[in-house]
């Protein structure tokens, strides 16, 4: 009874005083994405019904599931680290996010070791799908196979679990701040605890994301779960070493940046793309050059809808150069305001978590989630918008809701659930 009543306490308040208008933008964004879906498909027909469902039905169902369930049960039906409490069954219940939190393990997991005979992906230059002994015995295919490590295929449906794993990661790190929150009285304090829950919660995604090997979601991870911590409250003892941590990457880079071209570590897949965007020539630029290129192309009135050839003659253009696909078609001066609208969108996220009435752990942890969506979210942008802009080295990060992916749109909008939810903390209780 305890669970139901948990599940449909204050369902209606959370229906009326939610800020709907956060779906606008999102939704626009959405058709966007659509557009560019239909514009780049290679079949001699469209599969309306398969993109009514991947882009439509599949999305608006994870958005119900993120907004009906409450953040009260994120909350009582949890893994806490507090005294007398067992590992995973506590006296408030089963615990919801060391569940998710396990499964984002066992997606990784099956997607890198599970026998992978069944589990194809498309290559452009053999126009096929291939399994990845098929692709050991073609030879020359390294960069398939390795997609292969990152996407899992359930029921015919195949997706990237990265994805899944990072929105997962998000909430099992919000339930630790909060409770790490309550310890410290109001504030992250410099303890034990400040240093082994949030490796605790990076550590077994890290390195399964490092075994595919994915870099670009070690990194999103990484940022992910600094800025969760870097904007809590805490003092500045706390705060010092967590700035200090900035240095890390910074080094990493100059380091690789530095490398001579026969160094064996320039070959390693991640680390050569870091490598080749400070290099003039080097081999993984073509994609960035030919966004820019594109861009410029478009011009300031663009060539038109369906007019693009960024989409025709590099793969991938539809999900990791979405932003220049519609700077060349639609030119600058609609990509402009298309730009400020995804800004103006990070700033209403951000602007929902700011104004939560942090009076009950409920709070805390809605807070908490909430600036994680809009960390996901602005990572997703500024990375995909960057790259485009050959202003950061390829990452392959999706433009959120623009990009066409199942998982990444479906996980999007179960973010926009919560997000919806949230923001009606924000209102003063009714009478």
């Known amino acids: 009874m305890d669970f139901l009543y948990d599940y449909f306490h204050g369902l209606l308040e959370r229906i009326k005083y939610g800020k709907w208008q956060l779906l ?9 994405g659509i557009y560019i879906e239909i514009s780049t498909l290679n079949a001699t027909y469209i599969p309306f019904e398969n993109i009514a469902i991947k882009n439509a039905l599949i999305p608006l169902i994870f958005f119900a599931i993120g907004f009906f369930v409450s953040v009260s049960l994120w909350r009582r039906y949890i893994w806490r680290f507090s005294a007398n409490e067992k590992f995973l069954w506590n006296k408030d219940g089963f615990s919801f996010a060391f569940v998710l939190f396990t499964l984002a393990v066992l997606l990784q997991i099956s997607a890198i070791w599970v026998d992978s005979g069944w589990d194809r992906v498309y290559v452009s230059k053999l126009n096929g799908y291939y399994t990845e002994a098929e692709l050991k015995v073609l030879g020359g295919y390294k960069n398939e196979i390795v997609m292969l490590k990152r996407q899992l295929t359930v029921a015919g449906v195949t ?19 909060t409770d790490m929150k309550i310890w410290g009285r109001g504030q992250i304090r410099l303890n034990g605890k400040f240093f082994i829950l949030p490796l605790f919660a990076i550590l077994p995604v890290g390195v399964l994301a490092f ?10 991870f990484v940022f992910i779960l600094f800025f969760m911590i870097l904007i809590q409250e805490m003092e500045l003892k706390s705060r010092l070493p967590l700035l200090a941590l900035v240095a890390l990457p910074v080094l990493a880079v100059f380091f690789i940046s530095n490398l001579d071209k026969d160094n064996s570590l320039v070959k390693i897949h991640g680390i050569n793309r870091v490598w080749a965007y400070f290099q003039e020539g080097g081999i993984g630029n073509e994609q960035q050059n030919e966004a820019l290129q594109a861009m410029a192309d478009g011009g300031i009135i663009g060539k038109g809808p369906d007019n693009g050839t960024i989409k025709l003659r590099l793969f991938g253009a539809r999900n990791d150069f979405a932003y220049s696909i519609l700077g060349e078609e639609l030119g600058m001066w609609l990509l402009l305001p298309i730009t400020l609208a995804m800004f103006g969108f990070l700033f209403s996220c951000f602007w929902v978590a700011a104004r939560i009435k942090v009076n009950n752990r409920d709070a805390i942890l809605a807070q908490n989630i909430a600036w994680g969506v809009g960390i996901i979210f602005a990572l997703n942008i500024l ?26 749109l479906t996980m999007n909008f179960f973010l926009m659930g919560m997000l919806v939810q949230i923001s009606s903390f924000s209102n003063e209780e009714p009478e």
């Open 211 to 220: 075994c595919m090997p994915n870099y670009s979601m070690v990194m999103i």
């Open 383 to 408: 990375f995909h918008i960057g790259v485009n802009l050959r202003l950061l080295p390829n990452t392959g990060q999706p433009l959120s809701f623009v990009s066409s992916g199942g998982a990444n």
């Open 24 to 32: 606008l933008l999102p939704v626009l964004f959405s058709i966007i």
């Open 159 to 177: 997706f990237q679990v990265g994805e899944i794993v990072k929105v997962f990661f998000m909430i099992f790190v919000a339930k630790l701040l």
